[in-house]
Nanobody, 126 residues
Framework: QVQVEESGGASVHAGGSLRLSCTAN????????IGWFRQAPGKARQGVAA???????AYADDVKGRFTISRDNASHTVYLQMNSLEPEDTAMYYC????????????????????WGQGTQVTVSS
């Protein structure tokens, strides 16, 4: 069974940092790559970052230099370290398991494809 679960969302002030976690079961982690996405109220879901099984990473332009994605094979967890947070980063953050390299996942994976978690809320206040 393919399964991912997000955690780590919180409310922070602008300029602050958060680390989100996406934990997968072994079946999922060994067969799929993981991406992070976000959706703000009234906006389309957006790819944020992804990492593939070869260590390749990809980021959306508006998070480059602020967010870092990494994976811990021992715990089957993919982290999204978010620094210099801005109010515009406020959204529900989802992780998804999918096939494809990191760049494809960030720029092409759509809701309805892949396997998605329930999301974790990030709120950044000014």
């Amino acid at each position: 069974q393919v399964q991912v679960e997000e955690s780590g969302g919180a409310s922070v002030h602008a300029g602050g940092s958060l680390r989100l976690s996406c934990t997968a079961n072994e079946y999922t982690y060994s067969r799929y790559n993981i991406g992070w996405f976000r959706q703000a109220p009234g906006k389309a879901r957006q790819g944020v970052a992804a990492v593939d099984d070869e260590g390749g990473t990809a980021y959306a332009d508006d998070v480059k230099g602020r967010f870092t994605i990494s994976r811990d094979n021992a715990s089957h967890t993919v982290y999204l370290q978010m620094n210099s947070l801005e109010p515009e980063d406020t959204a529900m953050y989802y992780c998804a398991a999918a096939r494809g390299d990191a760049s494809w996942i960030v720029h092409n994976l759509k809701a309805g494809f892949g396997y998605w978690g329930q999301g974790t809320q990030v709120t950044v206040s000014s």
